[in-house]
């Protein structure tokens, strides 16, 4: 398959830096759960059926931001059998953006789990990432690189300020590579409703993210889109995975509240 089992969060997006940008917002940490069905699949694609889950917890300390991320997808196939993976994904990024570290696990029936680590740091010529596993391998990244929460923040910060496009280098560790381009096109916001969950009675937006790896040549489509409802505190509610020849829904199942440390 040419597309590639990639999350890579789903609430993570361009220019809010530092400890400013994180306390310039009224982000919940929170714990949510996602029900993954297949939405739609090309002709010609082989693929038949997806269903899966996938958890997310979005925490926060004094110092920094964690995000947890569990995953499953199961594949069925038009030619008859199926395909089945599972990723976790753990995190930790400093508020201030000077520090980032990760760990990523992928594990599929019958093979040896695949584990990448590492950490990264924001130095005054740039940001030097460290790959610890699956073997040691350092790369030299522009200094306006992004990390995840960091690329989260600048969304809601574009979105705040009334703008509907938006691109950056973000580095999340997911793959031994350098960073990947995301553009987000952020539509018009949806207003808070006065009923229902309360974390969800905020303003939203709907947002669409276009992810270009290293390795796409200049100008050549997205390696994965994906399209989602951005709540101005962070959360997400709505997810559409488009992989190309297949599209894969993701919609909030179980929403908690997390508590925010008392600094």
């Known amino acids: 398959m040419a597309w590639r089992y990639r999350v890579g969060l789903v609430v993570a997006a361009v220019a809010l830096l530092g400890a400013g940008a994180a ?6 940490p929170h714990r ?7 939405a739609k699949a090309a002709s010609g694609s082989g693929i038949a059926t ?3 889950a996938m958890a997310l917890e979005w925490g926060e300390s004094c110092e920094g931001w964690t995000v947890e991320q569990r995953y499953r ?11 089945d993976v599972a990723v976790s994904f753990a995190t930790y990024e400093a508020k201030d953006g000077s ?29 030097r990432a460290e790959f610890e596993a699956p073997e040691p391998v350092k790369l030299d990244l522009p200094k306006d690189v992004l990390f995840p929460t960091q690329h989260s ?16 280098m973000v580095f999340d560790g997911n793959e031994v590579e350098e960073a990947t381009e995301i553009t ?22 709907p947002v669409r993210l276009a992810f270009f790896g290293p390795d796409n040549a200049p100008g050549g489509l997205p390696d994965y889109e994906m399209g989602i409802r951005l709540y101005d505190n962070g959360i997400v509610t709505e997810m559409k995975l488009d992989y190309g020849d297949f599209v894969v829904d993701a919609t909030l199942d179980k929403l908690e509240k997390l508590p925010k440390p008392g600094c």
């Open 23 to 28: 306390q310039a917002y009224d982000v919940a």
């Open 32 to 38: 949510a759960v996602y029900r993954m069905a297949l």
């Open 50 to 52: 997806a269903e899966g």
């Open 73 to 83: 997808l199961k594949l069925g196939y038009t030619q008859g059998g199926e395909s």
């Open 99 to 127: 520090s980032y570290r990760f760990f990523i696990e992928r594990a599929r029936p019958g093979s040896m789990p695949e584990n990448i680590s590492g950490k990264a740091v924001r130095g005054p010529a740039g940001v």
């Open 153 to 168: 923040l600048a969304i809601l910060g574009a979105a705040e300020a009334g703008q509907k496009f938006l691109s950056g």
């Open 184 to 205: 987000a096109v952020i539509g018009k916001q949806i207003p808070a409703p006065t009923e229902g969950e309360e974390l969800l009675r905020r303003p939203s937006w």
